[in-house]
């Protein structure tokens, strides 16, 4: 069975250029994101890390921590974030997961079981299946999971905007309509009543008898 949406994110410890980690204690009380790549000197992933690296100030004012992972051992890790400060301009401060023996990749069903023990000759074609993103919350829950073909550059602005719904949505009883950005009108859910609309957002619109528009909630 695949991993789900408010499936607990399964927890290891693995080794990355910043020193070993433990998944559930490195994300601690906060969010994260854990961004997957099949292959490290490949060119598509090389503009998506120094994107990330560029966006981390974004992520931390949402208290989101980053880690990426790619199916090499951190010795390549360290030598591929030269390539990438070259090519994008971008220092990598966040870690970077070494998964060699494809442990993780296999943990979040990236990879089957009969993948093999090893990194070593495998091709990014091997491990196409690794490039997803998984947003995880403070109860350690997966809140989403996008995957993206090898061939397109994923969008990381959608991911923080993802995330701000994300956050705004467990905090307040509200949904947010399609194409939704920070400080746009938001949807009152089915869970709240006409009354306590009024109590909890004052004035609404009320486009369909269960499509109940406001403003997005401030505090």
């Not at 994101?33 to 949402?62: D, I, Q, W, Y």
């Not at 360290?78 to 943990?107: F, M, S």
């Not at 923080?160 to 920070?182: E, G």
Request: aromatic residues 8%; hydrophobic residues 35%.
């Amino acid at each position: 069975m695949s991993l789900r949406i408010n499936d607990t994110a399964p927890d290891f410890t693995a080794e990355t250029t910043q020193g070993t980690v433990n998944f559930h204690q490195w994300i601690g009380d906060g969010w994260a994101v854990l961004f997957s790549h099949p292959k490290n000197f490949t060119p598509v992933c090389t503009t998506e890390l120094g994107t990330m690296a560029g966006l981390e100030g974004e992520f931390k004012k949402r208290n989101v921590k980053i880690i990426g992972i790619s199916v090499d051992p951190v010795s390549s890790h360290e030598k591929w974030q030269a390539d990438i400060k070259t090519a994008t301009g971008q220092t990598v401060n966040y870690p970077l997961i070494g998964d060699k023996d494809l442990k993780v990749a296999k943990l979040y069903e990236m990879l089957p079981a009969g993948a093999g023990e090893s990194s070593e000759g495998r091709t990014p074609a091997d491990n196409a299946t690794v490039r997803s993103v998984y947003v995880i919350g403070p109860d350690k829950k997966i809140k989403l999971v996008l995957t993206y073909p090898m061939t397109t550059g994923r969008n990381f602005d959608e991911i923080l905007r993802v995330i701000d719904s994300i956050q705004l949505t467990a905090k307040h009883q509200v949904a947010t309509p399609a194409n939704w950005k920070q400080g746009e009108d938001v949807i009152i859910t089915a869970a709240v009543s006409n009354e306590d609309a009024i109590k909890r957002f004052g004035a609404y619109e009320t486009v369909l008898p269960y499509l109940r528009k406001t403003k997005q909630p401030t505090a």
